[in-house]
T-cell receptor
């Protein structure tokens, strides 16, 4: 089955800096890669996703890049703000079935 | 429109008791998923329903766990003879279909004493 590794497990940045979270996956058949943000005590919320037919997608301060050859994808947050502080999860969909999630990255943005 | 809803929001039970957790997916979503999230951990897949197909139960941790989905809509996750290690947040998600965006419910926080 699919295996998703996510790094780092924690990330501290100053407000205004950029943050990058990286994930690798094992199943070359995986074709959909969403990123979820989970604030403390809240449900995971989709913030951006990418499918295997594109290499990059941007939405304001958030971007995701995908390297199918290397089987890794990354989340980039620019001009970080304190409200970006949360746990971020990457995931990969393979076999037309379920998502396999990474273990999460706790992002702390200090004012 | 209404999102995914779950009930109860919190459940405290004694070891050995059975519990039922409910999930109401977004109307029209054919796929429904259950995940478990232990404190500070990622999301562990439990079971997946797609339309009228047989569910994918490959993530259920033991035979004490089971789930049903009636009429292609509401789902119930049942944990029999609960153990302390079952304490976690149980999250439900739904999507329009396979490979589509999954939307999560607020979760049920289960504490087994």
């Amino acid at each position: 089955g699919e295996n998703v590794e996510q790094h780092p497990s924690t990330l501290s940045v100053q407000e205004g800096d950029s943050a990058v979270i990286k994930c690798t996956y094992s199943d070359s058949a995986s074709n959909y890669f969403p990123w979820y943000k989970q604030e403390l005590g809240k449900r995971p919320q989709l913030i951006i996703d990418i499918r295997s037919n594109v290499g990059e997608k941007k939405d304001q301060r958030i971007a995701v890049t995908l390297n199918k050859t290397a089987k890794h994808f990354s989340l980039h947050i620019t001009e970080t703000q304190p409200e970006d502080s949360a746990v971020y999860f990457c995931a990969a969909l393979s076999g037309y079935s379920t998502l396999t999630f990474g273990k999460g990255t706790m992002l702390l943005v200090s004012p | 429109g209404a999102g995914v809803s779950q009930s109860p929001s919190n459940k405290v039970t004694e070891k050995g008791k059975d519990v039922e957790l409910r999930c109401d997916p977004i109307s029209g979503h054919t796929a429904l998923y259950w995940y478990r999230q232990s404190l500070g951990q990622g999301l562990e897949f439990l079971i997946y329903f797609q339309g009228n197909s047989a569910p994918d139960k490959s993530g259920l941790p033991s035979d004490r766990f089971s789930a049903e989905r009636t009429g292609g809509s509401v789902s119930t996750l049942t944990i029999q003879r609960t153990q302390q290690e079952d304490s976690a947040v149980y999250l439900c998600a739904s999507s329009l279909g396979v490979g589509e965006t999954q939307y999560f419910g607020p979760g049920t926080r289960l504490l087994v004493l």
